[in-house]
């Protein structure tokens, strides 16, 4: 095995091409919502580790702010920060065409108005790559006029084994109509997390079901001669926080709501469209009310790490609350504590995208991947152009640091001193 590892060392120091990119088959994206970077530390998944140990994992991968589902899902595809790709939350509202996009809006979420840049089954598709997606954010609207050659209508009710199985299904097509591009999409750790908190026993059994589906496709991968010859890769939107009911800020009892024109509720970020001349009066009464536990910014206050700024659909006050605390109409906030015991925790995320319990993870296993590798925290906006560069793909103009990729792929020191 180590014999092996210095060999490839020196395959890859004098032929990069040999060793990365060019050999793959193709890839695929598996994305394990709300799986949070230090569960992987807590709880068993030997599917998951088993890549680790024959891949390269990071030490965390950071997302981009909001740390909502959306955002990150489309920025892992586009390379873009949600100011640039316009999904720049799970609500939206967009002044110019005046309407509303939430995920439960089915024509709208399918809707290209909102989808801007280039994901990467689009950038695929074009340059002659076939893509397919069992379910991905944003692959049920023509982007650019182009959606995957396969695609599902989000449903949260197809069975995880059901979505690998649609996966294999796709692997076993004919080898020049197979998909070189596809996804995988598991909401189970996300939902246990929302209900009963990063810590409890069924987030760990959430973590569990979403590695036996993982184990599903490695077997499925390997009766397929496809294990090791097609890149896999595995990464989460974001983490998850524990919230106490008590934790709650009843946010429309400290400003004069009826100065808003349009108020975007959720519990971890609250986006304010003042109406006319309303802007420096509400602001002012937030500032003076709120608890020491959430901010209110101005548009232009916002911290420049978050590039939340640069588009008419970011509201021109933003309220944040601190990681563990969550935003709530009192209506709402009175049936939620009453639906709740006093001490019952749930889980929220959202939050500033800094913060350690909202790091996601990352994976790479396959012939593009440098084993038994643990890589540095890097930003999910780097993914796009690694994604392109497995490939053999052109990226679009991103966000992203081509030469992030290049040292991801190439190892400078030898492989096998990871061990
Ligand atoms: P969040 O509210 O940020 O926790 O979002 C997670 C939820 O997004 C999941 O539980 C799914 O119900 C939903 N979701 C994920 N993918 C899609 C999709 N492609 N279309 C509509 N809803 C989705
Ligand atoms: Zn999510
Ligand atoms: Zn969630």
Redesign the pocket.
């Known amino acids: 095995m180590k014999i092996k590892r210095i060999l490839l060392f020196w395959v890859a120091l004098y032929f990069p091409g040999l060793a990365s990119a060019t050999s793959s088959q193709g890839l695929i994206l598996i994305s394990l919502?709300?799986f949070a970077r230090h569960y992987l530390d807590r709880y068993p998944a030997p599917a998951l580790q088993q890549l680790i140990a024959e891949g390269t994992v990071a030490e965390a991968m950071q997302p981009v702010f909001p740390s909502?589902?959306?955002p990150n899902?489309y920025s892992i595809v586009t390379g873009l920060y949600p100011a640039k790709h316009g999904i720049v939350e799970?609500n939206i509202y967009d002044s110019g065409f005046d309407a509303i996009f939430r995920?439960s809006l089915r024509e709208e979420?399918a809707n290209p108005r909102w989808w801007l840049g280039e994901p990467i089954w689009v950038t695929a598709e074009k340059q002659g790559k076939t893509a397919a997606t069992f379910?991905?954010?944003g692959?049920?609207a023509a982007i650019r006029g182009i959606r995957p050659s396969k695609w599902q209508v989000?449903d949260?009710d197809v069975s995880n084994t059901e979505r690998v199985q649609g996966i294999l299904k796709w692997l076993d097509l004919p080898a020049a109509q197979r998909p070189k591009f596809l996804t995988l999409?598991f909401?189970t750790v996300?939902?246990a997390g929302?209900a009963f908190g990063p810590d409890a026993p069924q987030t760990a059994a959430a973590v569990a079901e979403v590695d036996r589906q993982i184990a599903l496709l490695v077997e499925g991968l390997k009766q397929r001669q496809l294990y090791g010859k097609i890149d896999v890769m595995i990464v989460s939107d974001h983490g998850m926080a524990a919230v106490t009911p008590q934790n709650t800020i009843p946010l429309d009892q400290l400003f004069d709501t009826k100065q808003a024109a349009l108020v975007l509720w959720t519990p971890e970020i609250v986006s304010i469209f003042p109406k006319p001349g309303k802007l420096d009066s509400i602001y002012r009464q937030l500032q003076q009310q709120l608890p020491a536990h959430a901010k209110v910014y101005k548009k232009a206050e916002l911290p420049a790490r978050w590039y939340y700024q640069d588009s008419n659909r970011i509201a021109p006050l933003i309220v944040v609350p601190e990681a563990g605390w969550r935003l709530m109409q009192q209506k709402r906030q009175q049936q939620w504590l009453a639906e709740h015991s006093a001490g019952q925790i749930s889980g929220s995320?959202?939050y500033d995208n800094q913060h350690p319990t909202m790091q996601a993870i990352f994976i790479g296993q396959g012939p593009s991947f440098a084993a038994g590798r643990t890589i540095p925290a890097f930003a999910n906006i780097q993914l796009y152009n690694l994604m392109c560069r497995i490939l053999g793909i052109t990226p679009a103009t991103n966000d992203g640091d081509p030469a992030w990729v290049g040292q991801m792929l190439e190892p400078k020191t030898p492989v096998d001193t990871a061990e």
């Open positions: 919502d709300g909502k589902t959306f899902h799970n995920l979420v379910f991905y954010p692959s049920e989000y949260g999409y909401s996300d939902d929302h995320h959202g």
